[in-house]
Each structure stands twice: as structure tokens, then as C-alpha cells.
T-cell receptor, first 112, second 113 residues
Framework: GAGVSQTPSNKVTEKGKYVELRCDPI?????LYWYRQSLGQGPEFLIY????????DSGLPNDRFFAVRPEGSVSTLKIQRTERGDSAVYLC??????????FGPGTRLTVL | KQEVTQIPAALSVPEGENLVLNCSFT??????LQWFRQDPGKGLTSLLL?????REQTSGRLNASLDKSSGRSTLYIAASQPGDSATYLC????????????FGTGTQLKVEL
């Protein structure tokens, strides 16, 4: 079916606010990943889901960041008390057993 | 901790030229290596994936090689075109069951008419 989709494409918020970023993976993909890409850098791993559970959350920078995938499909990345340093492009990817990760277009988050 | 380096950081070539992008990684215990293309303001498009047991993969004008023992991969682009202009990223997935990718900082390629 369609590729990985992410909403919103752009999000501008004020310091201290709460934001949610959504990812719709490719239908049937059991694995879902979140990465963060700062300007001029490669993406950095945040968290990986296998089904509904977080198999590896070692990349989450601190406890202000949290992600869920309650039904094993759509995932939401939640950021509390946003800081200016959280400004980046947040990328979502999904994969099946074939290893290749397919990326969405990303959500550009700007914290003022 | 795995570190991935890409050289050069930027490259400008005339149309038609063959070119090589380099990727090196510090921990050779990888499961696979993947090359991506990223256009400005866009997500990543997978170009080639090389399993740790493979030496190279080819797709059209692209050829990627892997020398796991020396921690190196190259992406060869033949007969470059202006449409090849983009940032090229390599990423490694470590062995031992981890699924996350560790990315390099990319090579920004511009192919000029």
C-alpha cells in the first residue's frame, strides 16, 4: 500500500508546551522506528517498536520523551515541556522481516 | 559505540562523471549496511542494502561495496546526472540482534550541467 506517513509535516510550538507527533507505518510492517535529525547531521535513533512493545528505547534523550504504539500499527511520539534544543526533524520508519527500513517524510518541529 | 564517518562532506561534479562516496565505521560487527538518498526537506529513500556476508550490491547506475573487516563501504555512481543531486547517507545496523541504524553525517552531492 502507501508508504510511511507522518503528521503534521510541520509543528511550531512554544517552549514548555506538549506536542504529539504521529506515524502511520506501511501496512503489515511489524517494526517501527523513530529517529531525530538535526540540521546538517544524520538521523539519530530514538526508539524501536516490535509490535506493540518498545524493544529498544535507548535513544530517548530523557524522560520528557515518550512513544506508544498501542495496537501495533500507528505510533505517537510525545514530548513534554518542550525545549528549544528539541527543534529537529523527527523521522519515522517501518520494516518487515526483510530488514530494509522505509522512512516517512518527517515532521519538522520548531520550538520557539 | 559505533561511529560512522562519510567523506567527503560535500562534492560537486560535472554531469556524466563517475564518482565514489565513502563510508567508514568503527565497529565491524555489523548485520548490514544501507545507503540512503535524502532530498532537501524530504525523508530518506533506500538505495541499496548490503548484508554483512555480501561484498556488493548493484542497482542500475549504483554499486555499493562492503569491506566489513576494514570497516568501509563505497557507493559508486556511474554517469552522474543532475537528478542525482541530493545528500547520500550510509547507515549500519549492528550485529547481535539490535535493529537500530547508526547513520553517518552524509555527503551532499551536486551534479552540474
Amino acid at each position: 500500500g502507501a508508504g510511511v506517513s507522518q503528521t503534521p509535516s510541520n509543528k511550531v510550538t512554544e517552549k514548555g508546551k506538549y506536542v504529539e507527533l504521529r506515524c502511520d507505518p506501511i501496512s503489515g510492517h511489524t517494526a517501527l522506528y523513530w529517529y531525530r535529525q538535526s540540521l546538517g547531521q544524520g538521523p539519530e535513533f530514538l526508539i524501536y517498536f516490535q509490535g506493540t512493545g518498545a524493544a529498544d528505547d535507548s535513544g530517548l534523550p530523557n524522560d520528557r520523551f515518550f512513544a506508544v504504539r498501542p495496537e501495533g500499527s500507528v505510533s505517537t511520539l510525545k514530548i513534554q515541556r518542550t525545549e528549544r534544543g528539541d527543534s529537529a526533524v523527527y523521522l519515522c520508519a517501518s520494516s518487515s522481516e526483510a530488514d530494509t527500513q522505509y522512512f516517512g517524510p518527517g515532521t519538522r518541529l520548531t520550538v520557539l | 559505540k559505533q561511529e560512522v564517518t562519510q567523506i567527503p562532506a560535500a562534492l560537486s561534479v560535472p554531469e556524466g562523471e563517475n564518482l565514489v562516496l565513502n563510508c567508514s565505521f568503527t565497529d565491524s560487527a555489523i548485520y548490514n549496511l544501507q545507503w540512503f538518498r535524502q532530498d532537501p526537506g524530504k525523508g530518506l529513500t533506500s538505495l541499496l542494502l548490503i548484508q554483512s556476508s555480501q561484498r556488493e550490491q548493484t542497482s542500475g547506475r549504483l554499486n555499493a561495496s562492503l569491506d566489513k573487516s576494514s570497516g568501509r563501504s563505497t557507493l559508486y555512481i556511474a554517469a552522474s546526472q543532475p537528478g542525482d543531486s541530493a545528500t547520500y547517507l550510509c547507515a549500519v545496523r549492528r550485529g547481535g540482534g539490535g535493529n537500530k541504524l547508526t547513520f553517518g553525517t552524509g555527503t551532499q552531492l551536486k551534479v552540474e550541467l
